[in-house]
């Protein structure tokens, strides 16, 4: 799987790590397989929480990004 991918955000735990924020983070993709991923505070949405549907950007079989979905248009 590259390129992104619709998931649900099953879990987000924020971290500091010598002075950075990081975040462990746990998506399930619509196949139902899941994936962890610790991303650095410039791959993940601001507010992201639990329950939220974003797009995985996946490159290499790694969930490298998190974004959320651009609005419809009106």
């Given at each position: 799987m590259l390129g992104e991918h619709e998931a649900l955000v099953v879990e987000v735990t924020p971290f500091l790590l010598h002075g950075a924020?990081?975040?462990d983070v746990t998506?399930?993709?619509r196949?139902?397989?899941m994936e962890q991923a610790?991303?650095?505070a410039e791959s993940v949405p601001?507010?992201?929480r639990k329950g939220e549907v974003v797009l995985a950007?996946?490159?290499a079989?790694?969930?490298v990004s998190l974004r959320r979905p651009d609005p419809p248009p009106p």
């Open positions: 924020t990081y975040y998506v399930a993709f196949d139902r397989t610790r991303l650095g601001e507010g992201l950007m996946r490159a079989n790694l969930v």
